[in-house]
């Protein structure tokens, strides 16, 4: 059951993405970032990266 939990915490985090432009945090599937119908509220950017990666 352990298991589970690094689990819900990789989901937790694949699906926050930051702006590219203005480093805004944005919560939202990753498919629908793959399907570039994601704007920026901020900036109307459309470039995303995972959370995760520096
Ligand atoms: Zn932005």
Redesign the pocket.
């Known amino acids: 059951m352990a298991a589970k939990i690094p689990i819900a915490q990789t989901r937790m985090f694949s699906n926050v993405f930051i702006?590219?432009?203005?480093?805004?945090k944005i919560r939202t599937q990753t498919i629908r970032i793959l399907s570039g119908k994601i704007k920026?509220?901020?900036?109307?950017?459309k470039t995303f990266r995972p959370i995760r990666k520096k």
């Open positions: 702006c590219r432009d203005c480093n805004k920026c509220p901020r900036c109307a950017g």
